[in-house]
C-alpha cells in the first residue's frame, strides 16, 4: 500500500470515528431533551398529550393519562362518563369529544365536563383541543390540554348553593320583616287613633275650661250691664230718675270688664290688633314705675335694674305697659308677707334657634325680667300656668288670663315667655322681644280735640244694627251728614251716586265683600280719602302694618265714642272750636 493510500485510510478512519462521537453527543443531548420533557409533563398541573390520526397516545402526562388512559378510540370514550357542563346534560358521546373534533379539523376552545370514574367519583375539567397539521395542511394529529377545575367548580358550587341559601333565608327573613312591618303599621295607626282620641279629649277638655271661664266671667258682666238697665228703665217708667248714675256707672264697669276679657283672650290666642312702633323698653318701664307702685303695697318695694344700653324695640307699647302689670299684680299676690319686685331690662343675642317649639329666631332680643320673692310656683303647675282661666289664686281673685295675655302678646311680637320658679325661691318671668336700633324720641300719642263738623259727607257701612244707629248718631250729633249702608254692595252704590266723600267709617268684617276691600275701591275713586276701620276682630287686621294702607286708622270695638269721635276729628283735620257730644 502506497503511503498516499494509507494516509487516506487514516483520514477516513478518523472522520468515520469523528461522526461517530457526533452521533453519540447528539443522542446525549436527545435524552437529555427528552428526560427535561419527561420532568416537565409530569410537574406541570395540567394533562397534556399529542395523538397521532388515529387517536393513539404519541406523547402524554399522568395527569392526562388518569383520564384517557387508552388514548382517544371510540371504543375506549364509549367506556368513559362525560358529560357537559348545561343543567339538563346528558352523556357526551364518542364523537363530539374535543380530541375527535380536533382530529375532524375543529378547535375547541375551553369546553367544561363533568367525568365520572367507575367507583362513582366526579369530577370538572375543562378541555382545550387544536388539530395538528403538516405544511400542506394535512392532518396528522392533535393536542390536547385538560386542566381539572374541580376545586374551584365545587367552590363555584358551594357558592351557588350559599347564595340560594341565602335567597330563601333573605326571603324568610323580608316575609318575617313584611309581617312585623305590618303588625308595627297596624299598633300604629291604632296608636295615632288613640293619640287622636286622647288630643281630642284634652281638647275638649281644654276647650269645657275656656268656656267655662268664659261663661262664668260674661255672666257675671252681662248680669250687671241688663241689672242696671233694667233699674234704669223701672225708674224711668216711674219718672225717679234720681241716683241713676250709679246704674249707668255700674253697667259700664261691666262691660268695659267684658271688653277687658275679650282683648285678654285675643292676646292669648294671638289675634289681638297689635298698633307697633319703635320705643325704648327703658323709658316705657321708667314712665310705669309710679302706677306699678300704685298697684302694691307698701310692704312691697319696686327695684328697676336698667340696662344701660337702652334696648329699643319695634312693638305694641300699650300691650307691653298692660304685660308689665299683669305680672306685677302677680308678684304683689305671691308675697302676701310684702318683699321685693326687681324689673329689669337686658340684650341677648342668640346665634342658633333653641330646640324646643316655642325657639327664637336667630337674632338680638330685649329681655324683660320682673322678679320676685314670693313663694313661688310649684313644678307641677309650670306647664299651665299660660293656660286661659287656669289660676292658683283662690276663688274670686283672679281670671287666670294675666299670664295666658302675656304669653299670647310675646308670641305674637316674634318673642318668647318664659317662667323659672321654684316653691320657697320665687319667680322670674321673662319676656324677650325682638331688638332694634335706637331712635332719637318717642312718639307721645296726645289727645286730639273734637271739633264740630260743617256737615261734611261720612259714609258709615256697619252690619250690625245697634252699632250702627249709635255710631250715626254720634256723628250726627258732631255735626257731620251721616249716609248709611248696611254692607259693602249698598255702599258702592251709594258711593256712585256722590260728587264728594270726605271719610269712609266702615266695619272690617261684611257680609260679601269686606271693609279693607271696599275701602280699596273707595280710594280708586278718591285717592286721598281717610278710612277708619272698626273691627270687633278681623285675623286679617291683626297686624296693623300690613292691614292698613295710606290714609288708614283703625279703631277695636268696644270703644268710648268720646274716642270715635276724637279721631274722625282728627282724621278730617277740622279747625274748629271744640264740640261736645250732644243729648
Known amino acids: 500500500m502506497s503511503s498516499s493510500s494509507l494516509q487516506s485510510a487514516i483520514a477516513a478512519a478518523w472522520q468515520s470515528r469523528a461522526r461517530q462521537f457526533e452521533m453519540r453527543d447528539k443522542l446525549a443531548e436527545l435524552a437529555e431533551e427528552r428526560e427535561r420533557l419527561r420532568i416537565l409533563l409530569e410537574n406541570i398541573p395540567v394533562g397534556v398529550c399529542f395523538v397521532d390520526v388515529t387517536g393513539a397516545s404519541l406523547v402524554s402526562n399522568p395527569l392526562y393519562d388518569h383520564y384517557f388512559p387508552t388514548g382517544l378510540t371510540p371504543p375506549h370514550l364509549s367506556e368513559q362518563a362525560w358529560f357537559s357542563e348545561e343543567e339538563d346534560a346528558t352523556r357526551l358521546p364518542p364523537e363530539m369529544f374535543p380530541g375527535v373534533r380536533a382530529l375532524r379539523g375543529d378547535s375547541v376552545d375551553g369546553l367544561v365536563f363533568r367525568h365520572y370514574t367507575e367507583d362513582g367519583a366526579d369530577s370538572w375539567v375543562r378541555i382545550n383541543a387544536v388539530p395538528l397539521r403538516q405544511s400542506s395542511g394535512e392532518i396528522i394529529g392533535a393536542a390536547l390540554v385538560i386542566v381539572d377545575i374541580t376545586d374551584q367548580k365545587r367552590a363555584e358550587l358551594t357558592l351557588r348553593e350559599f347564595n340560594e341559601l341565602l335567597e330563601i333565608q333573605v326571603a324568610t327573613r323580608t316575609q318575617a320583616l313584611a309581617k312585623a312591618l305590618e303588625q308595627l303599621r297596624t299598633e300604629s295607626n291604632e296608636r295615632a287613633l288613640a293619640e287622636d282620641k286622647l288630643r281630642h279629649s284634652l281638647k275638649m277638655e281644654a276647650v269645657g275650661q275656656l268656656t267655662g271661664g268664659i261663661a262664668h266671667d260674661f255672666n257675671n258682666m252681662l248680669t250687671g250691664v241688663l241689672s242696671a238697665l233694667?233699674?234704669?228703665?223701672?225708674?224711668?217708667?216711674?219718672?225717679?230718675?234720681?241716683?241713676?248714675?250709679?246704674?249707668?256707672?255700674?253697667?259700664?264697669?261691666?262691660?268695659?270688664?267684658?271688653?277687658?276679657?275679650?282683648?285678654?283672650?285675643l292676646a292669648f290666642s294671638r289675634r289681638q290688633s297689635l298698633d307697633t312702633k319703635p320705643f325704648g323698653v327703658n323709658e316705657l318701664v321708667v314712665s310705669l314705675h309710679d302706677l306699678l307702685a300704685r298697684s302694691v303695697n307698701e310692704q312691697i318695694k319696686i327695684i328697676l335694674d336698667l340696662a344701660d344700653s337702652a334696648p329699643w324695640v319695634q312693638s305694641d307699647a300699650n300691650q307691653l305697659e298692660n304685660a308689665l302689670l299683669n305680672l306685677v299684680i302677680n308678684a304683689r299676690d305671691a308675697m302676701p308677707k310684702g318683699g321685693a319686685i326687681t324689673i329689669s331690662t337686658h340684650s341677648e343675642t342668640f346665634a342658633t334657634e333653641l330646640a324646643d317649639p316655642d325657639a327664637l329666631t336667630p337674632g338680638s332680643y330685649v329681655r324683660?325680667?320682673?322678679?320676685?320673692?314670693?313663694?313661688?310656683?310649684?313644678?307641677?303647675?309650670l306647664s299651665k300656668v299660660t293656660e286661659p282661666f287656669f289660676t292658683t289664686k283662690p276663688q274670686g281673685q283672679g281670671t287666670g288670663l294675666g299670664l295666658s295675655m302675656v304669653y299670647g302678646f310675646a308670641k305674637q311680637s316674634r318673642g318668647r315667655l318664659t317662667i323659672n320658679s321654684a316653691p320657697g325661691n320665687g319667680t322670674t318671668v321673662s319676656i324677650y322681644l325682638p331688638?332694634?336700633?335706637?331712635?332719637?324720641?318717642?312718639?307721645?300719642?296726645?289727645?286730639?280735640?273734637?271739633?264740630?263738623?260743617?256737615?261734611?259727607?261720612?259714609?258709615?257701612?256697619?252690619?250690625?244694627?245697634?252699632?250702627?244707629?249709635l255710631n250715626s248718631e254720634v256723628l250726627l250729633a258732631l255735626g257731620y251728614e251721616v249716609l248709611i249702608a248696611n254692607d259693602a254692595h249698598q255702599a258702592l252704590e251709594i258711593m256712585e251716586s256722590l260728587p264728594q266723600l270726605d271719610l269712609l267709617v266702615t266695619d272690617v268684617g261684611l257680609p260679601g265683600m269686606n271693609g279693607r276691600q271696599l275701602a280699596e275701591i273707595a280710594q280708586q275713586r278718591w285717592p286721598d280719602l281717610p278710612v277708619l276701620f272698626l273691627t270687633g276682630y278681623a285675623q286679617n287686621a291683626a297686624n296693623r302694618e300690613n292691614f292698613l294702607g295710606p290714609h288708614m286708622e283703625l279703631l277695636t270695638k268696644p270703644f268710648p265714642l268720646q274716642v270715635l269721635a276724637e279721631l274722625v276729628s282728627k282724621m278730617l283735620e277740622v279747625d274748629y272750636a271744640k264740640a261736645t257730644l250732644s243729648d
Request: net charge negative.
Open 230 to 265: 233694667e233699674l234704669i228703665k223701672l225708674r224711668l217708667a216711674k219718672a225717679n230718675i234720681g241716683g241713676v248714675e250709679r246704674y249707668i256707672s255700674a253697667a259700664q264697669t261691666s262691660a268695659q270688664r267684658a271688653a277687658s276679657l275679650t282683648q285678654r283672650l
Open 368 to 381: 324683660i325680667d320682673v322678679c320676685d320673692t314670693g313663694m313661688g310656683i310649684p313644678p307641677a303647675f
Open 435 to 469: 331688638a332694634i336700633e335706637s331712635h332719637e324720641s318717642i312718639e307721645i300719642a296726645t289727645h286730639t280735640p273734637v271739633t264740630a263738623g260743617i256737615g261734611q259727607p261720612i259714609l258709615l257701612v256697619e252690619d250690625d244694627e245697634s252699632v250702627r244707629m
